[in-house]
């Protein structure tokens, strides 16, 4: 009976170990006031884009822009109206892109700044993502530094 109560204790503690150097990346939640500014965005016509930064506490701040001649116009846009909305509210947690069109990457996008490890690392990551959806959206990665450092 011991040695089965040391087995079951040791898988135990190994399974534990493992999962806690698994490989989860935290994914702030979208806060229950943007999620109404979602609903607004996606009954928007395309060429649109959601920008979102949510800090630590649930503070965010947002910008979107939509029914441009292209997707990197929205872009564009979004991010100036996110960068002013996060002045305006002193959010200091680095913006995502939520959604390109109706596809969301937010996810994604968080997923390859946290794998990355740091800021510099982030931004390529961002771009060699940008890089491999370029096609499919149409955006230009090569924007203005001051645009890239916010997407």
Known sequence: MKVIARILFASVLVALLAGCVSDVIYVPPIPPHAQAKLLDYFEQPDNKVFIIAIDPSGNYAFGYDYGKPTLKDAARVAVEKCDASREANAILARPYIYALNNEVVYEQMIRRAQESG???????????????????????????AEATDEM
């Open 118 to 144: 740091d800021v510099e690392k982030e931004r390529e990551a961002q771009k060699e993502y940008g890089e491999k959806i370029k096609d499919k959206i149409e955006v230009d990665v090569d924007t203005p």
